[in-house]
C-alpha cells in the first residue's frame, strides 16, 4: 500500500467523486464542504504529489472564457490510486468494526 498523507488521501477520494471535473478550485471546495478546509496551494501540492506517486494522472481540460483563457488542469485516479483508496477503507472499516460501540 502506497504510504500517503491523510490529506492526500482525501484529495483522492475527491479526485474519484468528482470523475471527469475535478480540479483544484473544485476539489478544494468539496473538502471545504465536507469540512476540512485547506488552501487552494495546499490542494495543488497534494495533487501533484499524488500524480507523481502515480495515483493520480493530469490533462489539460479546454480553455474557458470565465478563466481568461487559461485550461483547467484536470486529475483523474488511475488503477492504482483507485487501489489505495480500496486498500484504505478496508484498512479503516477493519479499525472500526475492532472498536466497541460505534
Do not use: C, W
Not at 471545504?32 to 478546509?37: A, I
Not at 495543488?44 to 500524480?51: I, P, W
Not at 488511475?78 to 472500526?96: P, V
Amino acid at each position: 500500500m502506497d504510504q500517503i498523507s491523510e490529506l492526500e488521501e482525501l484529495v483522492l477520494m475527491a479526485a474519484a467523486a468528482l470523475g471527469d471535473d475535478a480540479y483544484g478550485l473544485v476539489v478544494r471546495d468539496l473538502l471545504d464542504r465536507e469540512g476540512r478546509s485547506a488552501t487552494l496551494a495546499t490542494i495543488h501540492s497534494a495533487l501533484y504529489r499524488l500524480e507523481n506517486k502515480g495515483l493520480l494522472r493530469s490533462r489539460l481540460g479546454g480553455a474557458t472564457e470565465e478563466r481568461g483563457g487559461r485550461s483547467k488542469r484536470i486529475f483523474e485516479p488511475t488503477s492504482t490510486g483507485f487501489a489505495t483508496l480500496r486498500d484504505r477503507r478496508a484498512l479503516r472499516n477493519g479499525l472500526y468494526r475492532l472498536i466497541p460501540g460505534i
